[in-house]
Every structure is written in C-alpha cells, then in structure tokens.
C-alpha cells in the first residue's frame, strides 16, 4: 500500500510562486512515475506534469516554460515548482504514483491565485 501526502499549496497573487510536496510512503516511489493533476471547479482532472523513474518530464502546454517537476528518490518525494502563476492556475492539485497495476492519488491541495 502506497501512501501520498500533498503539501504547499495556498493563496498566492498572480505572478507569484509556489513549491508543491508529495511524499510517498512505501518501497515502489524510485520505480514508479509519478504526476501532478489538478482540478478546478465545474472541469476536468487534467495532468499538469509528470516525470518517469528515469527522470524523463513532460508538461501540460498551458504549463510550459512555469512549472517544474522533479523527484528526489532518496526522500521519495516529488515537487512541483509552480513560476509566474496565473489566477486560471487556481485548482486543487494532487499527486499520482503508477507502476503496472497500481494507481495511487494523494488527498490533494489547494491552490488559489488571486488577481
């Protein structure tokens, strides 16, 4: 079993930054890819970014070039370094680990930018 704790989310102005956590409990983080989603009200979960065990990122074009993902095996977290934020930004994020069968989310935290 596979535990995610999201952390650092909060009211920010537009153009500000945040650093989201996820920190997984469990043996399978290092092997696993993990993603950061994110849901507004009234729409979708979408994938914001994700990286593979190997490092391998990829992003949401509406997060290009302002949001960074990366991991750190060794505390078996991952971020999510949000730059020049944008009140259409505002959602709750959460965290996702896959590997084969397994799919595990984490509670998810709240970011609101303000204009």
């Known amino acids: 079993q596979v535990q995610l704790v999201e952390s650092g989310g909060g009211l920010v102005q537009a153009g500000g930054s945040l650093r989201l956590s996820c920190a997984a409990s469990?043996?399978?983080?290092?092997?696993?890819?993990m993603g950061w989603y994110r849901q507004a009200p009234g729409k979708q979960r979408e994938l914001v970014a994700a990286?593979?065990?190997?490092?391998?990122?990829s992003y949401a074009d509406s997060v290009q070039g302002r949001f960074t993902i990366s991991r750190d095996n060794a505390k078996n977290t991952v971020y999510l370094q949000m730059n020049s934020l944008k009140p259409e930004d505002t959602a709750v994020y959460y965290c996702?680990?896959?590997?084969?069968?397994?799919?595990?989310w984490g509670q998810g935290t709240q970011v609101t930018v303000s204009s």
């Open positions: 469990g043996s399978i983080f290092s092997i696993s890819a």
């Open positions: 990286i593979t065990s190997g490092g391998s990122t």
């Open positions: 996702n680990l896959k590997r084969g069968w397994y799919d595990f």
